[in-house]
């Protein structure tokens, strides 16, 4: 599970396992007009999310089923947007091939037919187990601030047969939606949606 050689490497056929980190963030979630009255700096919308829990095991998740496709098909259902309208993912990305895997597939089963750029951050901040999603969140609203997808980190190899769209270098691109995916421990699967406010 843990990479021996210490590199993070997602979504690439040389992929080893995780690697930790260590750091934390905080947001604030609040109603956007109240946000607007006393002049905070907005960085994202959030429009709605999807999240499961298939309970199998610690820390490989069920494969057999699809729970993580349900958690992005509710997020998508309860925030309105349609997956052609995303621009930028941000996956789990942690770096084992079963659930690397897992992942690629389900994100092909969602946008059959329009794939966005994909990019995994872990490679960036390590695997800080509970504080992942939230640490690589930030970094998503600040991508979507400022047009800017980073590149995936340690992606030379990627494996093909993943049929991703891996950023594989600092990309700019217009964002205005993103969505964040994590699946967690026990079998936690969570799919968040945001919208950059004009």
Same mark, same amino acid.
């Given at each position: ?5 210490? !590199?993070?490497?997602? =979504? ?5 396992? !995780?690697? =930790? ?12 007009? &109240? ?25 490989? @998740? ?11 098909? /509710? ?6 947007? &349609? ?7 941000? @996956? &789990? ?15 092909? /089963?969602? =946008?059959?037919?329009?794939? @966005? ?5 872990? @490679?960036?901040?390590? &695997? ?5 999603? +939230? ?17 995936? +980190? ?19 691109? /217009?964002?205005? !939606? ?6 967690? =421990? ?9 919208? /950059?406010?004009?």
């Amino acid at each position: 599970l843990y990479a021996e050689d210490g !590199i993070t490497k997602p =979504f690439s056929s040389e992929k080893s396992g !995780i690697v =930790f980190g260590d750091g934390g963030a905080a947001l604030i979630l609040e109603e956007l007009e &109240h946000a607007r009255r006393r002049g905070a700096k907005i960085y994202g919308e959030y429009l709605g999310g999807g999240f499961s829990l298939e309970g199998w095991k610690i820390t490989v @998740p069920n494969i057999t089923d699809d729970f993580y496709a349900r958690s992005f098909e /509710k997020a998508l259902k309860v925030s309105g947007v &349609h997956s052609s309208e995303i621009d930028f993912i941000n @996956p &789990h990305g942690v770096g084992t091939q079963i659930t690397d895997s897992y992942e690629a597939i389900m994100i092909n /089963k969602i =946008f059959e037919k329009y794939m @966005p750029l994909v990019s995994a951050f872990k @490679p960036l901040v390590g &695997h800080n187990l509970g504080g992942s999603a +939230l640490i690589e969140l930030a970094i998503a609203m600040l991508s979507m601030k400022n047009n800017l997808v980073p590149a995936t +980190l340690n992606s030379n190899n990627i494996n093909e047969k993943l049929r991703l769209n891996i950023v594989r270098d600092n990309t700019e691109k /217009k964002l205005n !939606i993103v969505a964040k995916m994590s699946c967690g =421990f026990a079998g936690f699967n969570g799919v968040s949606i945001f919208k /950059k406010v004009q």
